[in-house]
């Protein structure tokens, strides 16, 4: 079965300093891997995909992940954070043998950054 | 990235009446589409996958009869929700997917509220 680990509820940066969001997945074959921001009552905004290739993936808005393969980890980051990242972030994964099938989401991670 | 609108964002209906959300695939055909609901704060939980011209697949818990999933074109899925309960109000947001697309594309998200 597929799953998405978002081990911290909230994490709480300053801003200009560096932020991580961690997320770890199980699935049985090889993962596509995703990032998602959401505002308060708003739909998913896309970050990222890891699908295949170079392990250290960069998005929108200076995001970026790097997918590890032992640790089966796909930690968001960023080097420098703004007030505006201030958001729900979710983690998703589905298993590239299971075409069709839908994505798997963390239970999120609230990102809080003070000014 | 490909547009799936949702339709509508926000609606307010009386206990014991139906509301039809809507969605929408822009820009490419959609031959899956994935109806989840999201309590707030919480994580996004997948109701249903839909293929077009297919009787949509519930997960386990989710009343086929309360939540009617109709996909009858590679555009358009509608989401049901029948003899609506306070209980039901919550945030459903669709995706949508194209033949063989290794990613799923969200909705804005509909805020339904049961009074």
């Known amino acids: 079965a597929q799953s998405v680990a978002q081990p911290e509820d909230q994490v709480n940066v300053a801003e200009g300093n560096p932020l991580t969001v961690k997320c770890t997945y199980s699935v049985s074959g090889n993962p596509y891997l995703f990032w998602y921001v959401q505002y308060p009552n708003r739909g998913l905004q896309f970050l990222l995909k890891?699908?295949?290739?170079?392990?250290l993936v960069k998005g929108s808005y200076g995001f970026e992940a790097e997918f590890n393969k032992s640790q089966t980890s796909f930690h968001l980051k960023k080097p420098s954070a703004l007030v505006s990242d201030s958001a729900l972030y979710f983690c998703?994964?589905?298993?590239?043998?299971?075409?069709?099938?839908?994505?798997?989401f963390g239970k999120g991670t609230t990102l809080s950054v003070s000014s | 990235g490909a547009v799936v609108s949702q339709h509508p964002s926000r609606v307010i209906c009386k206990s014991g009446t139906s509301v039809k959300i809507e969605c929408r695939s822009l820009?490419?055909?959609?031959?899956?589409m994935f109806w989840y609901r999201q309590f707030p704060k919480q994580s996004l939980m997948l109701m249903a996958t839909?293929?077009?011209?297919?009787?949509?697949?519930?997960e386990q818990g989710v009343e086929k009869d309360k939540f009617l999933i109709n996909h009858a074109s590679l555009t358009l899925s509608t989401l049901t929700v029948t003899s609506a309960h306070p209980e039901d109000s919550s945030f459903y947001i669709c995706s949508a997917q194209g033949q063989g697309g290794t990613e799923a594309f969200f909705g804005q998200g509909t805020r339904l509220t049961v009074v």
């Open positions: 890891y699908i295949t290739g170079d392990n």
């Open positions: 820009d490419f055909q959609a031959t899956t």
């Open positions: 839909s293929n077009e011209g297919s009787k949509a697949t519930y």
């Open positions: 998703a994964v589905r298993d590239v043998l299971e075409a069709g099938t839908a994505l798997i």
